[in-house]
C-alpha cells in the first residue's frame, strides 16, 4: 500500500479576534503560503493498532502508546479512530512536518490537526466529510486554546474565506476582487491559550467595557464582510487600523507589533493590524499591488524574522 499525505494550509484573521469567542462575526481566510502535511507509511512488520509518530519541527519520535493522551498529535489520531470505531488500526508510521510557525497566529494547531485527521480517514479507506474533520480538529483545539472560537479548524478545513459567528452556520465570502496581503511574523511565539485566558479573566472581572470592545470589534467585521463583497478592499485599511487600536485596549498586542504595525502603514499600507492571539506572533498589512514588495521589504528592516505576501482570492 502506498504511502497517503495530506496537506492543510496556515490561516490569517483578518478581523474579530478575540471578540470571536464572545459571539462576535468574525472573517478568516486560508494562506496557502503555508501548510502542515501529515503522511502515513504503512508499516506490515508491526502488530495491528502500533503507530510511529515523527515531528522533526518539535523534536518527537515516539510511538502512539508512550505519548500522554492530552498530545495534540495523539488527540487527533484517537479521535479519527473513536469515530471510525476502529481500536487496532493496521501499523503505521506518520510523519507530521510544518512551515507554519508554532503559537503565531497562522493557525498550526488546526491544520496539523486537519491534515492528520484526513490523512488517518484516508489510510483506513474511510475519507472523512469536511464537516467532521472541522468538528474532529475543533475537539482537539481545546487542547491547544482552552476555549476556542472554532474559527481556525473551519477557515482550514474548507480552505476559503469564511465570516463564522460561534455556533451558528459557516457562510463563505464571495472575494469580488482580489487583494495583497503582507503577513509578518514578529518571532515571539504566545500561545493563543494564554491570551484568551488573560481576556476573559478581565472581562469576568468587569464585563461592561469588554463587551463594547467585542461589540466594536464586531462591527468592523461586518463592515469588512461588506467591503470585500463589494470589491471596496481599499476600506479595508481604516477597518484594519481601528481593529488593531481595539485590540490594543484590550492588551494583547505587543511594543513588537506595534512597530511592525507601524513601520507597515508608513511603508504605504492601507492598513494594519495584529492577526491572532496577539502578544507576539504575526501581524498583517493590506498592501496596494504596487507596494507589496516595498511593505515586506520595510517589515523586514523593521525587525520582522520573517515575511511573505499572499494574496486573496
Avoid at 291 to 303: N, P, S, V, Y
Amino acid at each position: 500500500m502506498p504511502a497517503i499525505s495530506s496537506t492543510a494550509p496556515g490561516k490569517v484573521i483578518l478581523f474579530g479576534e478575540h471578540a470571536v469567542v464572545y459571539g462576535q462575526p468574525a472573517i478568516a481566510i486560508p494562506v496557502t503560503e503555508v501548510a502542515a502535511k501529515a503522511i502515513i507509511t504503512p508499516d506490515p512488520a508491526a502488530a495491528a493498532g502500533s503507530i510511529h509518530i515523527t515531528a522533526p519541527q518539535i523534536n518527537l519520535d515516539a510511538n502512539f502508546t508512550d505519548l500522554p493522551s492530552i498530545d495534540p498529535l495523539v488527540a487527533a489520531i484517537r479521535a479519527t479512530l473513536d469515530v471510525l470505531g476502529i481500536a487496532k488500526p493496521p501499523a503505521f508510521r506518520l510523519r507530521v512536518t510544518s512551515t507554519i510557525p508554532v503559537a503565531g497566529g497562522l493557525g498550526s494547531g488546526a491544520a496539523v490537526s486537519v491534515a492528520i485527521i484526513r490523512s488517518v480517514s484516508a489510510f483506513l479507506g474511510h475519507p472523512l466529510p469536511d464537516v467532521q474533520v472541522s468538528a474532529l480538529a475543533f475537539d482537539v483545539e481545546k487542547l491547544h486554546h482552552g476555549t476556542p472560537s472554532g474559527i481556525d479548524n473551519t477557515v482550514i478545513t474548507y480552505g476559503k474565506a469564511v465570516y463564522y459567528i460561534k455556533d451558528k452556520r459557516i457562510e463563505m465570502i464571495p472575494i469580488a476582487k482580489s487583494f495583497n496581503l503582507v503577513v509578518a511574523d514578529t518571532g515571539i511565539s504566545t500561545p493563543t491559550k494564554e491570551t484568551v485566558a488573560d481576556v476573559r479573566r478581565h472581562w469576568e472581572s468587569d464585563p461592561e467595557p469588554y463587551n463594547k470592545i467585542f461589540e466594536s470589534i464586531g462591527k468592523l467585521a461586518i463592515a469588512a464582510r461588506a467591503a470585500i463583497e463589494q470589491g471596496n478592499n481599499e476600506n479595508l485599511g481604516p477597518l484594519m487600523n481601528e481593529n488593531h487600536e481595539l485590540l490594543q485596549k484590550l492588551d494583547v498586542s505587543s511594543p513588537d507589533l506595534d512597530k511592525l504595525v507601524l513601520a507597515a502603514r508608513e511603508a504605504g499600507g492601507w492598513g494594519a493590524k495584529l492577526s491572532g492571539g496577539g502578544r507576539g506572533g504575526n501581524m498583517i498589512a493590506l498592501a496596494p499591488r504596487d507596494r507589496a514588495d516595498e511593505i515586506k521589504t520595510a517589515l523586514e528592516f523593521a525587525g520582522a524574522k520573517s515575511a511573505f505576501i499572499t494574496v486573496v482570492k
